[in-house]
Every structure is written in C-alpha cells, then in structure tokens.
C-alpha cells in the first residue's frame, strides 16, 4: 500500500529532525569533550632516603664536670658530671670582657681609646698581690689603648687589669656588678652569677650549660676571638705577655680562657676549629675542676679528638633526586625532583626528617615548580623546592573524544 502524500511528508521531517538531532548531540559531544578541562594527576609519593647518623662517642674526663656545644648550634650537645653551678675562677674574666665591651665596644682591627692608669690602679695591682691571684706590672701615668688593656688582662689573666677596666668603664665595680647582672639576664644565663671581675672569688659561679653559651658569645665577637687565640703578646711599658692556655694551636685550639683557685680546681674553656667536608665548625668546650692543668689538658685533647668524628657533612638532598613521580591518563609520566643540592654538617646522631610536598599537576613545562621538600635537622628546617622533570602536555581532543569517562 503506497504512502499518502502526507505520510511520506511526515515521515521524511521525522528524518530530517533525527538525523539534524544526532548531529547536534554529536557536536555537543564533540565540543563538549573536546574543549573539557582534564583531571590533574596526583603523583605518587617515593620514600625518602634514611640519613640518620651514628652516635658520637665522647670521651669525658674521669672526674670533674664538662659540656661541649659549638656555634650554630643550639645549646649542649653533650656533657659529663655535676651540671650545677660552680666556681669558675678567671674564667670569670670572659663575662667581664663581654660585659665591658658592649658598653665600650671595639671593632676589627680598632685600638680604642687611651687609657691612662692611676695610683688606684697601682692599688688594685697590690691589692690582687694580696690575694694572692695573678697580676700584670702596671706604673702610674702609663698610656695603654682599651685593646692592649684586654691583651694584658686575658692573656696572662691579670685579675688587677679586670678591675681597671671595670672601674674605667663603668665608674667603680659595683656599677659593672650591675651591669653584668643585667647582662646575664638579657643572655638567659640563669646558672651564673659574678661577685667580682676576675673570678678570685668563690662566689663567681656558672655552670657548664651556661659557659658553653658564654664561650659562644666570646668566639661570635671578632676581637675577642682574636685576643684569646693569641699565644703572647707585647704591651707598652708592661712587657712581653704570655697566654696562660698551652693548648692554643695544638689540635685546632684557638682559645678561650684557662681557671684555677682552690675552690675551683683547673678549669679551662676551649674552642677548636674542627674542619668537616669543605667547611669547618667552631666547637666550644669546657671542663671544670681538674687537679691540674697538665692533666686537664690532656683530658681536653682526649675529648677534642673523641668529639671531632661526631661532626659530619652529609648531603640532605640531592638535585635530580625524584620525590614523586606522574602517569597521566593519557600515557605520559614524569618525575617531581629536587631542584638544587642542599647539605648540612650534622652533629652525632642528631634526628635528620624529610617530608615532601608534591601537587597534583595536569600539564606542565619541564622546570615548572611542583612542591617542595622539608628536611628538618634537630630544629632547623630546610626547604628544597620541587620541579617537574618532564614535559606534561595536553593529551588533545581526539584523546578526549575516545575518554569521556576521564575528562
């Protein structure tokens, strides 16, 4: 039966309308998954590599008390005996330096001014002979620079020269008492407490804790640093002055400041450059109540030597190292690296963590920054950014037309 007119119109616009709806839907389609965002990868985390150390393994002399730390590092890293506050003797005279020059400060090469020594410091010369503590010559109306004054007080440890200088700086000893208190407390150095300037005193006391940081502040300022680790010295009108530490230039020493007193037995605080890898570290020690100093300073070389191997350059993180790696959908991959080479010197066993932070990427150029790394050493953190290693490009539209549950 042939088809009316109007039936053949009819079905011919429902042809027309169907085939005109595919092609539309398939225009959609096509649009719609060919412009469509893709998914960003998230990138698989790899383990980081384990870095920590073994433990150094100082050896501590047999009696009195001792504690090591260095500069750079927060506080002691390691310590032997009675940590209690004690007699420190003239190293008592270290505190009275530190005291003196941030109210009469010098810088690198700088004399400082004149000073002109009295009949007072003649008395106070005979008055350290009295006690029976060690003294530097000292003539009424001699001209000495503040440096040659702190030459002639450290070097040899004239407890006379540390009550000139503080009565010229601060107008009698109990002003500079009040500013070394004050001192003290500003520094957080809890454990310590001066009656006097050069330690002669029994009631000049700190503990190892805290001559450690004082150690510290001494080898951060350049021109005690530099007057501690000379071996003698010549001062105007005084002589040739020799230093009271046999250790300097033996094994690294390069200071600080020997003690000795009844009550406080022989005491020494030491730094020593100690070289590791490309750099060096300036450790600081002190051991207090030795019998004497020949003993003592045997026992400190002991401890140098013990101490030096538990200092060690190691690499955190290594450039090209990958942190985390990429596979696209699409059949691409690539590898978020470590962008530089970071290293540190890492003292003993001390706890190394590394924590990577990786983000997800869709496309991206090869160098494009892709997270970072965190490496933390004791309290320190480190951070190393991360980037992509390969070129990450858009997968085009075909991929997204035959994909179109991943777009």
Known sequence: MSLTRRQVYHRRRIAFFGGLAVVLAAIAYLTS?????????????????????AAAQPVWPAQGAG??????????????GDQSSVPIASITKMITSLVIL????????????????TDEDVDIYYDAIAENGSVAPVVSGMVLSQREAFETMLIPSANNY??????????SVDAYLDAATAYLAAHSLTGTTVADTSGISAESVSSPADLVEIGKL???????????????????TVGTVTNTNKLLGIDGVDGIKTGTTDEAGACLLFAVDVPVGDTSVTMVGVVLGGDTH??????????IDSVEPGFRQITLVEAGTPFGSYTTPWGQSGQAVAETTESAVVWSDTPITTTADVEPVTVGEEGDSVGSVDVTVGSQTMTVP??????????????????????
């Open 102 to 117: 941030e109210a009469k400060p010098l810088s690198g090469d700088d004399a400082g001014p004149d000073i002109t020594f």
């Open 67 to 80: 504690a090591i730390g260095a500069v750079g590092y927060d506080g002691v890293l390691g310590s032997t």
């Open 386 to 407: 991360l980037v992509l290693d390969e070129t990450l490009t858009d997968p085009g539209p075909f991929w997204r037309w035959t994909h179109p549950g991943e777009v």
């Open 162 to 171: 540390s009550v000139s200088l503080a009565v010229w700086a601060f107008g």
């Open 33 to 53: 998954t060919g412009l469509a965002p893709v998914s960003a990868t998230a990138a698989a985390l790899s383990e980081p590599v384990a870095l920590t150390q």
């Open 294 to 303: 020949p003993e003592l300073n045997e026992t400190v070389l002991s401890l």
């Open 218 to 236: 001494v080898m951060a300022n350049p021109v005690l640093a530099q007057i501690v680790a000379m071996p003698s010295a010549e001062i105007p």
